[in-house]
C-alpha cells in the first residue's frame, strides 16, 4: 500500500472531507444526546417533585401515598424515638437500603440521588420532607425509558451519520475527481508535450476547455500564458541558432577570402623575390591590402561581440560631444575619397553626451554605404537637427533604393542587398549591423525607409548633457 503522501490528491481531498465531516458529526452527536439526557433528567425530576407535592396532604394525613404511576416506588418514613423509621405502604421495593440513607439525608434538606436498586435496576430517588422534622416521603421512578430513550437517538444519530459520511466520502470524491478534470487535462497536456522533439518543431500545444471555477480559469490561464512564452522562447532560440549558424559560415568565408588571398600573394611575393626582383613590391602591396582588409574585418566583428557583452564590458567612452562638427569632420573625409558624389549637410548644434569616436563611425559607415551602393552622380545629404531631448541624424541618398523584400534585414550581420559574395558592391556586410549596434548602445534607434529615388536612415540619440 502507497504511503499517505503518494494517493492521488482527490482521494487525500475526499478522506479529509471525511474526517473533518466525521470530527463535526461527533460533536453534534455528543451534543444532542447529552442535551436529550440532561432535558429528561430534568423532565423526570419535576415529575417526581410535582407528585411528591400532590401526595403531601395524604402522606401527612392518612400516612398513604395513593396517586403513584404503578412502576414507581414510595416509602414514608417517621419520627420514631429519634429516629426514622419506615411505615408500611403497597409500592415499596424489596430492598430499602438505598431509600434507607437518602431518607436520613433529607432531614437536612431535599435531594436527588440516581441509585441501582437490587433486582429492580436504575431509579431515579427524591427525598422530601412532609412534616419538618418529623415525616420523610422517599420517591423513586424508575430510569428505564429514560436510558431507552437515550440509546434510540444514539442508535438513530450512529446510523444516520455513517450514512451521511459515506454519503458525503463518496459523492465528494465523485465531486472533486470531476472538478479536478481540467488539471488532469493540463497533466496530459504536459506529457503530451515532454513526449515531443522541441529542437526544430513549435510548440502548438494548448489547455483547451473551460469551466472548473475561477482559481481552475486562472491556472488555465496561466498554464497556457507559460506555453505561449516557452513557444515564443524556443522560436526565438531557432532563430538565433540559425543567425549563429550563418553568421559563422559567413565569417569562415569572409576570413578564408583574404587569408586564400594572402597565400597567394605570398607565394607570388616568394617567386619574384627568386626570379623576378621588380615585382616584389608589387607583391607586397597586394599583401599589405588584404592584411588591412583583414584586419578592418576583424575590427567589426570584434566591436559586434564587444557591444553584444556591453553589460560586462562598456565599449563605450562618453563625453560632451557636438554632433554638427562630428558632421562636419565625416562631411569632409567623405567629399576627398568621393569626389563623385555630392554631399550637401545641413548641421544644427546639438550638444550631448556620447562616445564621439563611435558616431563618427556610425556617419562613415552610413556615407559609405550610400556611396557604394549608388551610381556616381548621385546626390547626398547629412542633416543633424534637436526634436525635444532628441538628437536626429538623416543620412538620405537619391539613388535607385533598396527592395521591400531586402529591408527587414537590411541591418543583419554579412547580409548583402545582392545577395553575392562578390566585392563589385560594397564590403563584409558588416557595415550596417556595427551601425545599428552602435546606436543601440547609445540608447538610441535607426531606421529606414526607402523607395525608388529616395533612401533615408534616421537616427534618433537620447540627449544625455553632463551633469
Known amino acids: 500500500m502507497k504511503p499517505v503522501g503518494q494517493w492521488r490528491l482527490g482521494t487525500r481531498l475526499a478522506l479529509g472531507l471525511g474526517a473533518l465531516a466525521l470530527t463535526v458529526f461527533v460533536i453534534v452527536g455528543w451534543v444532542m444526546v447529552t442535551s436529550m439526557k440532561d432535558f429528561l433528567d430534568r423532565r423526570l425530576d419535576q415529575q417526581m417533585e410535582i407528585s411528591q407535592k400532590g401526595a403531601a396532604y395524604e402522606v401527612e394525613h392518612y400516612d398513604k401515598v395513593s396517586k403513584l404511576p404503578p412502576d414507581w416506588f414510595a416509602v414514608i418514613y417517621k419520627m420514631q424515638n429519634g429516629e426514622l423509621r419506615p411505615q408500611p405502604g403497597e409500592q415499596q421495593p424489596e430492598d430499602r437500603e438505598e431509600f434507607d440513607a437518602i431518607a436520613k439525608k433529607a432531614l437536612n434538606g431535599d435531594l436527588f440521588e440516581t441509585e441501582y436498586l437490587r433486582g429492580d435496576g436504575k431509579f431515579r430517588l427524591r427525598a422530601c420532607q412532609i412534616v419538618q422534622g418529623e415525616v420523610v416521603l422517599v420517591s423513586a421512578a424508575p430510569m428505564n425509558d429514560r436510558d431507552g430513550t437515550i440509546s434510540q437517538l444514539i442508535t438513530v444519530s450512529v446510523i444516520a451519520f455513517l450514512a451521511a459520511l459515506v ?43 473551460k469551466g472548473g471555477g475561477v482559481e481552475v480559469e486562472e491556472l488555465r490561464e496561466a498554464f497556457n500564458n507559460m506555453l505561449a512564452h516557452i513557444d515564443s522562447s524556443l522560436a526565438a532560440r531557432t532563430a538565433a541558432e540559425q543567425r549563429l549558424r550563418r553568421f ?220
Open 167 to 209: 454519503a458525503l466520502v463518496v459523492g465528494g470524491q465523485a465531486l472533486i475527481r470531476k472538478g479536478m478534470q481540467p488539471l488532469s487535462h493540463m497533466a496530459d497536456t504536459a506529457h503530451d508535450i515532454s513526449s515531443h522533439d522541441l529542437t526544430d518543431s513549435a510548440l502548438a500545444a494548448r489547455v483547451e476547455g
Open 248 to 467: 559563422i559560415a559567413d565569417a569562415s568565408h569572409e576570413l578564408r577570402t583574404p587569408l586564400t588571398s594572402l597565400r597567394g600573394y605570398a607565394d607570388l611575393f616568394r617567386y619574384a623575390a627568386a626570379n623576378e626582383p621588380g615585382e616584389r613590391e608589387k607583391h607586397l602591396e597586394k599583401l599589405r591590402s588584404e592584411a588591412s582588409r583583414m584586419s578592418v574585418l576583424l575590427d567589426d566583428l570584434l566591436l559586434l561581440a564587444r557591444l553584444d557583452s556591453a553589460e560586462s564590458e562598456p565599449p563605450l567612452r562618453p563625453e560632451e560631444t557636438n554632433l554638427a562638427m562630428i558632421a562636419e569632420a565625416a562631411a569632409d573625409a567623405f567629399r576627398a575619397v568621393r569626389p563623385s558624389h555630392s554631399l550637401e549637410v545641413d548641421a544644427d548644434t546639438v550638444t550631448m553626451r556620447a562616445d564621439a569616436t563611435r558616431l563618427r563611425q556610425v556617419l562613415d559607415n552610413l556615407l559609405t554605404n550610400a556611396a557604394v551602393h549608388t551610381p556616381a552622380g548621385t546626390s547626398v545629404s547629412l542633416r543633424v537637427r534637436s526634436e525635444n531631448n532628441w538628437a536626429v541624424v538623416q543620412v538620405s541618398d537619391t539613388g535607385p533604393g533598396i527592395p521591400e523584400a531586402d529591408q527587414a534585414r537590411i541591418f543583419d550581420r554579412f547580409y548583402r542587398v545582392d545577395n553575392s559574395r562578390t566585392r563589385q558592391r560594397g564590403g563584409s556586410g558588416l557595415g550596417l549591423a556595427v551601425v545599428q549596434s552602435l546606436v543601440e548602445a547609445h540608447g538610441g534607434t535607426i531606421t529606414l525607409t526607402s523607395h525608388p529615388g529616395s533612401t533615408t536612415f534616421t537616427i534618433r540619440l537620447p540627449r544625455r548633457l553632463l551633469d
